[in-house]
């Protein structure tokens, strides 16, 4: 079994043309992150620009415990700041690829060129492709085998509407994840607002928010040792 996992980050640090600062979710890296490694998988991180991996502010104030050790971890924090461009990096080689949210994902990564090449990639060498909160806005432009939208006729679960209008962001974001992912025929499902729920549709992993990292994490291990 291929041991390596990729992870792959927004590079976006605000949101849009807004001085707001935003990133990655720090729990929704940091959660997957030590699951992986834990599991025996060695994690390279990737993002569209590499280099300096943009943490949202508000999420190094959490206190899960992974992201108490990421903080710590040298190594780790390391590999935050130094992501591989994505023009480095090849599907081949790796056992999953894995896309955690934070909000800067809503502008980076939806028609990313590259991301949607290696995506579409991954899954036709049938590797597993799994993501978290707004991690899914990555999957929006990769295709499978025949051309579709990969979400498409897939279960598939992301940040909802109604968590986004809790947040008192739905204003701000460029689309909302969930209409989006329904227009391209994705099968969304989800729970209670801010509640863990994830979903595994074959060797595509997703889930609705922070509090379902572990579980997408645990999914995305299982779909790799069926593959």
Not at 43 to 70: C, K, M, T, W, Y
Not at 115 to 143: D, E, F, N, T
Request: proline share 7%; hydrophobic share 45%; net charge negative.
């Amino acid at each position: 079994m291929n041991k390596r996992i990729l992870l792959v980050s927004t590079s976006q640090a605000t949101l849009g043309a807004s001085a707001r600062a935003t990133g990655v979710w720090f729990e929704e890296l940091t959660t997957p992150y030590y699951h992986f490694l834990d599991a025996g998988f060695s994690v390279e991180l990737a993002s569209p620009n590499g280099g300096e991996v943009p943490i949202d502010p508000h999420s190094r104030e959490e206190a899960a415990p992974s992201v108490q050790r990421f903080l710590v971890d040298p190594l780790a924090m390391a590999a935050l700041g130094s992501a591989r461009p994505l023009a480095q990096v090849r599907a081949e080689g790796y056992a999953a690829v894995f896309l955690p949210g934070g909000h800067g994902t809503m502008w980076d990564l939806p028609a990313h060129p590259l991301l949607a090449a290696l995506l579409s990639s991954a899954w036709q060498l049938g590797k597993v492709i799994s993501a978290v909160c707004h991690g899914p806005a990555g999957l929006l432009s990769a295709r499978d085998s025949s051309g579709q939208p990969l979400v498409a006729g897939r279960r598939v679960s992301a940040f909802s509407n109604e968590e986004e209008a809790a947040a008192g962001l739905t204003e701000a974001m460029p689309f909302l994840l969930e209409t989006r992912l329904r227009e391209l025929g994705a099968r969304y499902e989800g729970g209670p607002a801010f509640t863990p729920y994830a979903v595994r549709d074959g060797r595509l992993v997703t889930g609705q928010n922070p509090m379902s990292s572990e579980r997408v994490a645990q999914l995305t291990l299982e779909a790799i040792g069926e593959g």
